[in-house]
């Protein structure tokens, strides 16, 4: 699953591309979870104003 | 009460469209960043204290650029070794390196050699990938193409062949003759000493399945 890293030149982005398990996680950390937390806020206020 | 819906509700695309574009946008201007760092060529002195560089200085011209199987990283990598002539000098400064691939990297986009060949994964595959193409084992000692040309040495018959390519018949799509000059084509071939030299994560891949391309193996 997570393969060791062996780029020449260590780079954040040669980490992020070790496997596509690497991207997908980071992906939807960075996109997907932001997102849930923007739709609970959202759901919050439209409740609160109905 | 009705049901409210976020999905319905244009705030929350809104939000969630300026956290992915602004997320996004500050991960691309990293990622240049970084890019410009990675293909930046190394020095004379980064080469003689065995600094490993992805694109390696232009005194590369001076060693024997070899390929070698990394079972760590699952591909063939470029491994710069000792000590060899090119056109008769092993002892090229930084400088007259610096012009001869100058030289050869205009001469390539003057004569457009992307139009039928491929250069670092760009240009066409009319014609052979040139990529690693000093590897290429046929001009090596016991290769066709100095046998073809009369030459001795490897340099020696790519230039030869780079000036009057349609006097040899190597395939069944015949380079043209580009009128390159004898001094282009010492350019164009040092531009390609120096582009094998480069690591290019085992592009082209399954390169050193060519017969010889590894260390004449």
Redesign the interface.
């Known amino acids: 699953m997570f393969e060791p890293f062996t780029d020449i030149v260590p780079s954040f982005f040669g980490w992020l591309n070790q496997g596509p398990l690497t991207l997908t996680i980071f992906l939807h950390t960075f996109i997907i979870l932001p997102m849930i937390w923007i739709y609970k806020q959202e759901k919050a206020r439209l409740e609160k104003e109905s | 009460?009705?049901k409210?819906s976020?999905w319905s509700?244009n705030?929350?695309w809104q939000?969630?469209a300026a956290?992915?574009t602004g997320?996004s946008a500050v991960l691309l201007i990293?990622?240049t960043f970084?890019?410009a760092?990675?293909i930046s060529m190394g020095t004379d002195a980064d080469l003689q204290n065995g600094v490993?560089?992805?694109v390696p200085g232009p005194t590369v011209i001076n060693y024997k650029i070899s390929y070698e199987m990394?079972t760590?990283?699952?591909h063939e990598?470029p491994v710069i070794g000792e000590k060899e002539k090119f056109f008769g000098r092993d002892d090229w400064s930084e400088e007259e390196a610096g012009a001869l691939l100058h030289l050869g990297k205009l001469g390539s986009q003057v004569k457009n050699c992307m139009n039928c060949h491929t250069l670092l994964g760009n240009g066409a595959y009319y014609a052979p990938d040139l990529t690693k193409a000093w590897l290429d084992p046929a001009w090596q000692n016991d290769g066709t193409m100095q046998a073809m040309t009369g030459k001795d040495t490897k340099e020696e018959a790519m230039a030869e062949f780079l000036q009057h390519p349609s006097t040899y018949p190597t395939h069944a799509r015949m380079m043209p003759d580009l009128g390159i000059t004898a001094e282009e084509a010492k350019g164009i071939v040092a531009f390609l000493k120096h582009m094998s030299s480069i690591?290019t994560?085992g592009f082209p891949r399954n390169f050193g399945k060519i017969k010889g391309a590894v260390h004449g193996k």
């Open positions: 009460m009705a409210t976020v509700d705030r929350f939000r969630s956290w992915i997320f990293w990622l970084d890019t760092g990675q490993t560089k992805r990394s760590a990283r699952g990598v690591d994560n």
